[in-house]
């Protein structure tokens, strides 16, 4: 696989992965765009690999103190905190896409991938969050997540299995709706993606490991550095700026994305 391919590829999942812009559909879109060869699994999970460790290499404190607040929970006469909440609002948050990802895998794989519904999703989504943003009361603070909040944000989640939804653009859509502010729904979306990026990458090496796929090391390896060195990166200046900056560049990134797609590739 040639360099070029490799940092594209990589980058492109590094950046996506965690804007509201849809690093599937960008993954699909990229290879026709330049002409590339079929990436396959093994690069996908590479690239999802390295943004698995740029964000729980960013939130290591969050992850710790989840954790934490778990064992006290589970500790004799111990009680529920702030981060224990904040960590079962998460493991019910991804369980909604664990099976509907399992029951449409197919469907998704063999259907969902044309150039017309990428380009419709990238515009109708993107119409929603700037919605979401624009009328939101953006009022609730993270440490006021409750379950039925993450289990309404892991439902809407499940739409992210369309190309060109975005899985984080989604989950701060849901967010928004629920009055969180932009960085609440952020972080939140962020921590949502650990374990959903986790279970999916666990999923496909499966496959990987049951068809017997053979690997190039190297250009696996730097795939993984490439993507979390981008995706680290992209998640420290998306909240550093988000709240100032709002969801609107993002929703007109989309539109004309969205308006290129229908234009040259359908």
Known sequence: MEFFQILTLAVVQGV????????????????????????GLTLDVAVHLGSLIAVVSYFRQDVVAI???????????????????LGWAVLIGVL???FAGALLKQIVENDFRS?????????GFGLLLGWADSS????RQLSEITLRDGFFIGLAQILALIPGTS??????????MLGM??????????????????GSSVFVSIELLQNEVTADWQSLGLAVVLSAISAYTCIHLFLRFIERIGMWPFVIYRLILGTVIIAFMI
């Open 96 to 98: 909604p896409v664990i």
């Open 136 to 139: 939101a009361r953006r009022e």
């Open 16 to 39: 996506t992965e965690f804007l509201p812009i849809s690093s599937s559909g960008h993954l699909i879109l990229a290879p026709r765009l330049f002409g590339f060869a079929d990436q």
């Open 67 to 85: 954790f934490g607040g778990w064992l006290t929970a589970l500790a004799p006469g111990g009680t529920q905190t702030q981060e224990s909440r």
């Open 181 to 198: 502010t932009r960085e609440a729904a952020s972080r939140f979306s962020f921590l949502l993606a650990i374990p959903t990026i986790l």
């Open 115 to 123: 150039a017309a519904l990428i380009a419709a999703t990238t515009i």
């Open 167 to 176: 899985r984080s653009g989604v989950t701060m859509t849901a967010a928004l």
